[in-house]
């Protein structure tokens, strides 16, 4: 069932394909009236964002998802009510720029030992002044027609074992969720299903996310299999954290990935508003468990 809220959402500041005031459009265009901009590793994209959604009456949630690594692990954290003012943050999020343009350099690099030429300047026309990630080598990688999908791209080279994969070296998440909170923000944890791991270790994951300050995780998110909620409201509930929820939206070309839409957040679970009053109605937070 579709909601009006959604806190999990890209725009071309990082690797979405819409702006941020045509991301406020689309997403008002399937029924959010309350939104967060959540771009990889930086802020770029608020300003423009606020506005628009201030100009459409959309009540808007500053936000942010960090790149971190858990146990060789890729895992996500997403801040929400963030200051994009804040220094700390400014200087993580440049420290976490930096290291991913030196990685799209090696990708690039060892796509052409592939004889796979071109890949950075590719990737790089289609990021634009946002940071080349992983996702704009795969949609360059299917419009120089090595791919027949960004899925079978990410698959066939940049996955782990294929000749593009390069380890990331982010943060660990303890210090992730200090830019957040230091930035007047609240730490979520963004679709734990969806990382490698059994079940066993991401029971260890969100427990040493609570006790290193995380206060949110999405209970629910885009493409998540109904049939394993149930954990995560568990999880949530034993470490008292609140339940967020966001599609992780990128691209119209991703329908299955729409604004608004996911499942409910069952209702046993404390909405997020209950800790974002500050920066976003907490009443109006709420409305995401019922949609």
């Given at each position: 069932?579709?909601?009006?809220?959604?806190?999990?959402?890209?725009?071309?500041?990082?690797?979405?394909?819409?702006?941020?005031?045509?991301?406020?459009?689309?997403a008002?265009?399937?029924?959010?009236?309350?939104?967060a901009?959540?771009?990889?590793?930086?802020?770029?994209?608020?300003?423009?964002?606020?506005?628009?959604?201030?100009?459409?009456?959309?009540?808007?949630?500053?936000?942010?998802?960090?790149?971190?690594t858990?146990?060789?692990?890729?895992?996500?954290?997403?801040?929400?009510?963030?200051?994009?003012?804040?220094?700390?943050?400014?200087?993580?999020?440049?420290?976490?720029?930096?290291?991913?343009?030196?990685?799209?350099?090696?990708?690039?690099?060892?796509?052409?030992?592939?004889?796979?030429?071109?890949?950075?300047?590719?990737?790089?026309?289609?990021?634009?002044?946002?940071?080349?990630?992983?996702?704009?080598?795969?949609?360059?990688?299917?419009?120089?027609?090595?791919?027949?999908?960004?899925?079978?791209?990410?698959?066939?080279?940049?996955?782990?074992?294929?000749?593009?994969?390069?380890?990331?070296?982010?943060?660990?998440?303890a210090?992730?969720?200090?830019?957040?909170?230091?930035?007047?923000?609240?730490?979520?944890?963004?679709?734990?299903?969806?990382?490698?791991?059994?079940?066993r270790?991401?029971?260890?994951?969100?427990?040493?996310?609570?006790?290193?300050?995380?206060?949110?995780?999405e209970?629910?998110?885009?493409?998540?299999?109904?049939?394993?909620?149930?954990?995560?409201?568990?999880?949530?509930?034993?470490?008292?954290?609140?339940?967020?929820?966001?599609?992780d939206?990128?691209?119209?070309?991703?329908?299955?990935?729409?604004?608004?839409?996911?499942?409910?957040?069952?209702?046993?679970?404390?909405p997020?508003?209950?800790?974002?009053?500050?920066?976003?109605?907490?009443?109006?937070?709420?409305a995401?468990?019922?949609?």
């Open positions: 069932m579709p909601h009006d809220s959604d806190f999990h959402l890209h725009s071309t500041a990082s690797d979405g394909t819409l702006s941020p005031t045509q991301l406020v459009d689309y008002q265009s399937h029924g959010v009236s309350r939104l901009l959540t771009d990889h590793d930086t802020t770029a994209g608020l300003a423009e964002a606020s506005q628009a959604a201030a100009a459409r009456g959309i009540a808007f949630v500053p936000g942010v998802e960090i790149s971190t858990w146990e060789g692990v890729n895992v996500h954290v997403v801040g929400l009510g963030v200051d994009p003012g804040s220094a700390m943050l400014q200087d993580g999020l440049a420290l976490l720029s930096q290291r991913r343009a030196k990685r799209a350099v090696e990708i690039a690099r060892r796509l052409e030992k592939r004889r796979i030429v071109g890949a950075l300047a590719g990737a790089g026309a289609l990021a634009g002044p946002a940071a080349v990630t992983r996702t704009h080598f795969a949609r360059w990688l299917v419009a120089a027609g090595h791919a027949v999908d960004a899925a079978s791209a990410h698959k066939r080279f940049l996955a782990r074992g294929k000749a593009g994969h390069v380890p990331s070296d982010w943060v660990d998440i210090t992730a969720i200090a830019w957040i909170r230091t930035a007047g923000g609240a730490a979520v944890l963004a679709h734990p299903l969806r990382y490698p791991i059994h079940n270790r991401l029971r260890y994951l969100v427990a040493e996310f609570a006790a290193a300050g995380g206060e949110a995780m209970v629910v998110s885009g493409s998540q299999a109904l049939d394993r909620t149930g954990l995560l409201v568990e999880l949530a509930r034993q470490h008292d954290l609140c339940a967020s929820g966001g599609s939206f990128h691209s119209p070309e991703q329908t299955w990935l729409a604004p608004g839409r996911f499942a409910p957040i069952p209702a046993e679970c404390r997020i508003g209950d800790i974002l009053a500050s920066a976003f109605d907490a009443t109006t937070l709420k995401v468990s019922s949609g």
